[in-house]
């Protein structure tokens, strides 16, 4: 019979062993460390401390079988006991207390009785015994110690209860071996979780510190990798939630979302190589600089060249007909400086890129470029030079054609940055997510010109997320931010033009995330009454608006 018991006890061992190694909750873990304890010893009650940086013992969790004690850990019942400090306040070694002792000694303490036990500070159990009515009879402490021989918790077990005769005994020495391999073999998984966690934690906040320097990097977008990501996950959330429609069956594990949160947060890191006078070209001039003021210059030194030309002139003329001249060349010199100063107007406005380059504007750049102006040298020069010209008849925006392209090419580079990580299995779609946020349903967007049907929802949701946030956006140079009517109805036009998800984007409407959304992040003179049988392309009582 003894035989036996000792094989049970040592096969739930190896189970307890099993189940700390799969465990990844924290709290369930050193819940299973006391419960496996006390279930080896049939101990009737236990405490698991962790030992703090600070050097203090920290009660974790305290269970109690025949006072009905459960508190800590899962429960969420906090324990109202403040930490045992393993050093007094003098900085001797705390010996008085059986906790700390066994951590200051590194050994196990096992008692028999604790009212006869000498060298130990019983007050504290003997007034917890007087109040709860209970007798506190053996004790056996265990320090957990890890791999590299650090003590990191204890693990207090008290009154071992003999099967038969139901009545408290010492703990054996039995006991003592399997709870002090039951120690080992938790100490070690609760370091490996800690490992992970603090490699999880750092993995995090790495990657928010390369959002936070592509924020940093831009003025104008400023907030936009961490924005993204929230509304993202917003998405995803009210899919999850639906129990009709298209989305019925969708749904992600826990792992699948922070794969989603995290390729979130990673979506625009390759616009660490864009160079900011790209990314930040508020005007079609600009630089370093906004180079309109040169040619604002420019206009007033011609303004000064022509009234000399005419002045030398009207020197020249002869003294009779000098008067006659003089009142026509005013004139003349009046309406070319009204000219001139409605052309600086002209190139200013232009220069914003606000508005689509009409025809008739870029005839009028033409002719402005070649103005003559006089150079330092006495030069005969054109007054807009080619790239000026370049920049100025840009069709619609600040960019050029091959400044678009630079733009346009950090999402290659996100996905070169993304692919050549290694990524553990639970990770291994954050490319994929990360990089469709360009992409089109109809194929015709970029970096891979994908269709709906070679996309994830998740993929599709991020693209949505990315368009929301940068229309609504304060801090971009280029453009006004939009209310929440204009970015809905803008949206609505690009699902009808085959450029977001359909279905996601009635999603979006259809709960309402734009509005959560908006009171969240967006100026309150952004939040506009949205009526949402208007939107285009939105599907509203089975119809689709087609405004």
């Not at 959304?517 to 003179?525: V, W």
């Amino acid at each position: 019979m003894r035989q036996a018991e000792l094989l049970n006890q040592l096969e739930r061992l190896n189970a307890i062993g099993v189940a700390l190694s799969s465990e990844p909750d924290n709290k369930r873990l050193l819940e299973t460390i006391l419960l496996g304890a006390k279930e080896l010893t049939n101990a009737d009650g236990g405490t698991l401390y962790t030992v703090t940086d600070e050097g203090k013992l920290k009660f974790e969790i305290m269970r109690t079988l025949s006072l009905n004690i459960s508190i800590g850990g899962t429960t969420g019942k906090p324990i109202p006991f403040s930490p045992l400090p393993l050093f007094l306040d003098d900085e001797t070694p705390n010996h008085n207390m059986v906790a700390a002792c066994s951590v200051l000694k590194d050994q196990t303490i096992n008692i028999d009785d604790a009212y006869l036990a000498d060298g130990f500070d019983f007050s504290g159990t003997r007034a917890f015994d007087e109040k709860m009515h209970y007798r506190s009879k053996s004790f056996l402490t265990v320090p957990m110690k890890n791999h590299e021989g650090e003590i990191i918790g204890v693990l207090q077990l008290i009154n071992a209860i003999d099967p038969k005769t139901k009545e408290v005994i010492a703990f054996t020495q039995s006991h003592q071996r399997l709870v002090e391999s039951l120690a080992s073999q938790a100490a070690v998984a609760m370091t490996n979780q800690n490992l992970i966690g603090g490699l999880k934690g750092l993995f995090e906040s790495f990657i928010k510190l390369i959002a936070d320097a592509i924020d940093e990097k831009s003025p104008y977008t400023g907030g936009h990798c961490q924005r993204v990501p929230e509304l993202t996950m917003m998405l995803a959330e009210a899919a999850m939630k639906t129990k009709s429609g298209p989305f019925r069956d969708f749904s992600m594990s826990e792992k699948e979302f922070y794969e989603l949160k995290i390729a979130a947060w990673l979506h625009d890191c390759g616009k660490v190589t864009t160079p900011e006078y790209v990314m930040d070209k508020a005007t079609k001039l600009e630089t370093i600089y906004d180079r309109v003021h040169l040619i604002e210059q420019r206009f007033d030194l011609l303004k000064a060249q022509r009234e000399n030309a005419f002045l030398r002139l009207m020197l020249d003329a002869e003294s009779e007909n000098r008067q006659r001249y003089e009142q026509s060349m005013q004139q003349e010199i009046n309406s070319i400086n009204e000219q001139l100063d409605s052309d600086k107007a002209f190139i200013r406005k232009v220069n914003m890129g606000s508005e689509s380059m009409r025809e008739e504007d870029h005839e009028r750049i033409m002719s402005i470029a070649n103005y003559e102006l006089i150079d330092a040298a006495g030069n005969t020069t054109k007054f807009l030079t080619d790239d000026e010209v370049y920049n100025l008849t840009i069709q619609r925006g600040t960019l050029t054609p091959e400044e678009r392209g630079v733009i346009n090419n950090h999402i290659a580079v996100t996905i070169q940055m993304l692919e050549a990580l290694p990524y553990p299995k639970d990770l291994m779609r954050v490319p994929e997510y990360a990089g469709g946020h360009h992409e089109r349903m109809d194929g015709k967007g970029y970096p891979k010109g994908l269709t709906r049907d070679e996309m994830s929802i998740p993929a599709r949701m991020m693209g949505i997320a990315d368009i929301f946030e940068a229309l609504t956006a304060e801090d971009r140079p280029y453009k006004k931010a939009k209310t929440l009517s204009e970015t809905l109805t803008i949206l609505g036009k690009m699902k009808l033009d085959h450029h977001v998800d359909p279905d996601i984007f009635d999603l979006f409407v259809r709960e309402k995330i734009y509005l959560r959304y908006a009171e969240r992040f967006l100026d309150p003179s952004q939040i506009d009454e949205v009526d949402e049988t208007r939107i285009p392309g939105h599907v509203s009582f089975g119809v689709i608006n087609t405004l």
